[in-house]
């Protein structure tokens, strides 16, 4: 199967504390893959690499056929990355001064120069299908939280990007209001549309993924099919975790 | 000498007829401070080589200057190099008699620009990271993310504060009497210089200073609730 992209020996620092250590992912096309790790393993540093919220120190990105050096990237490559790849945030980060619809066009007309009638159809679309129909006119302050992060989801799918990054789509929100995202987010998987999703929803990992990557202390320690890894973890580090994870939340798996 | 209300009244229209000047003053600068104070902002939130350094040093520094050495440095900075001009040119006279309201509207812009560079610095530190990073995510380019999101926020956050500089400059432009110009409270003033009524003039202009105030947070309670519905 084609690569869509392809991370080489990331590192990066904050100061003296080295957060990724020389990380390397491949993501297929169509493929959902879930990283998970103890906080602080550097997934979600990871993830912000990618389409350059972070500047890493030291690594390669292949998106596609752009090959980039993340330490020599100029501003028309992160443009270009940017440009393919989609994020869903923890917070989820809507433009609080637009509309759910406006949020959704936002990345389509001024990014990509969608004329705003086309926009704004395939917004309304988009809203639709995860639920929305009725709030396009809504403000972000007038969503729950929930709400806000399926429309963040439709402003994602609507830009037809190459991969949607999800950031612990679900870590900010109240219990009940879990269920309603990760739906949503199953439902954008079925469809076929790339993904990699940092999350601590065993059960999303384990039921939608394909490929599971387990990270710690700013190294992959195990990657594999979600079976593998949930059922027979090679490292030890894995089995803690996975134990840990397990006995708190008392998933089914 | 008793107060005598009739004087009030008397220096009251001496003062409204130069009622444009204050305005003029006053709205004016507040617009040449936007112009000029919001880049300022914007080159030190985003740490523009040297022009961001350059305005740590001079904002604190002209923050600390009261309006009127503005005035009065600006009057004689301006006018001592016309000085040698205006004797080898025979302009002595045209010189004395010019109107120095040029020389008001440069000190309160100045003034002005730095006071509302500092609003908006602090107006484009309420916007959250979290919107520059959803607008970078969508491919939006930092112009882009500027003119769509976060500006329209960042004046959001600013027009109550806006308004309040916007108070403290028509306060503020009474101190041009100091070079003559007549504005609300030199005509005032004027009008007292025949009637030795000075405490009648003072309190006519002080009248309309307020009015020009009340009115002035009057808007900008219906500016907050217009942005406010968001």
């Known amino acids: 199967m084609k690569s869509v992209i392809q991370i080489k020996g990331v590192r990066k620092s904050f ?13 297929k096309t169509g493929e959902v893959v879930v990283i998970l790790g103890p906080s602080g393993s550097g997934k979600t540093t990871l993830l912000r690499c990618v389409n350059f919220l972070e500047n890493a120190d030291d690594g390669e990105l292949t998106i596609g056929e752009l090959s980039v050096r993340f330490r020599y990237a100029g501003k028309k490559d992160i443009l270009t990355v940017r440009r393919r790849t989609a994020m869903v945030f923890q917070n989820y980060n809507l433009f609080s001064n637009k509309t759910a619809a406006e949020n959704v066009m936002e990345g389509l007309v001024t990014a990509r120069k969608v004329p705003a009638a086309e926009a704004r159809e395939r917004a309304e679309r988009e809203l639709a299908k995860v639920g929305l129909g009725g709030k396009r006119d809504a403000y972000p302050s007038q969503l729950s939280g929930g709400q806000q992060q399926r429309v963040a989801i439709a402003r994602a799918v609507a830009l037809n990007p190459e991969v949607i990054l999800f950031d612990e789509p679900t870590s900010a929100l109240d219990p009940e209001l879990v269920g309603e995202v990760l739906a949503v987010m199953r439902a954008v998987a079925r469809e076929g549309i790339t993904m990699v999703v940092v999350t601590h929803e065993m059960s999303f990992a384990h039921d939608i993924a394909n490929h599971v990557v387990f990270m710690d202390d700013g190294l992959v320690v195990e990657e594999g099919a979600p079976k593998e890894i949930f059922f027979h973890p090679k490292e030890e580090r894995t089995k803690q975790f996975l134990d840990r994870i397990q006995l708190k939340y008392d998933y089914s798996i | 000498m008793t107060f005598d209300s009739v004087y009030v009244w008397v220096s009251l229209k001496a003062a409204l007829r130069c009622l444009h000047v204050t305005l003029l003053l006053s709205i004016v600068s507040l617009v040449l401070g936007m112009v000029l104070g919001t880049p300022l902002a914007l080159c030190r939130k985003f740490r523009v080589r040297f022009a961001a350094q350059a305005a740590d040093v001079l ?3 002209l923050k600390g200057i009261p309006l009127v050495l503005y005035v009065l440095i600006l009057n004689f900075a301006i006018l001592k190099p016309l000085d040698a001009l205006a004797e080898s040119c025979a302009w002595a006279d045209k010189l004395r008699l010019m109107d120095k309201i040029y020389i008001g509207l440069a000190a309160l812009s100045a003034y002005s620009a730095v006071i ?34 976060i500006m329209p926020q960042a004046l959001a956050f600013a027009v109550p504060v806006l308004c309040n500089n916007f108070i403290g400059l028509i306060k503020g432009s009474s101190i041009v009497y100091v070079i003559e110009i007549l504005d609300v409270l030199g005509g005032a003033m004027a009008s007292a210089q025949v009637s030795y009524r000075f405490l009648e003039a003072y309190i006519a202009a002080a009248l309309v200073y307020w009015v020009l105030c009340a009115g002035a947070g009057r808007g900008s309670k219906i500016l907050e609730k217009r942005f406010a519905g968001r």
């Open chain 1, 15 to 27: 100061g003296k504390n080295e957060v990724l250590k020389g990380v390397s992912l491949d993501v």
């Open chain 2, 59 to 61: 904002i604190p520094v």
């Open chain 2, 116 to 149: 509302v560079s500092e609003t908006m610095r602090s107006a484009l530190n309420s916007v959250p990271e979290g919107q520059y990073e959803a607008c970078f995510s969508v491919g939006l380019t930092r112009g882009q993310a500027l003119r769509r999101v």
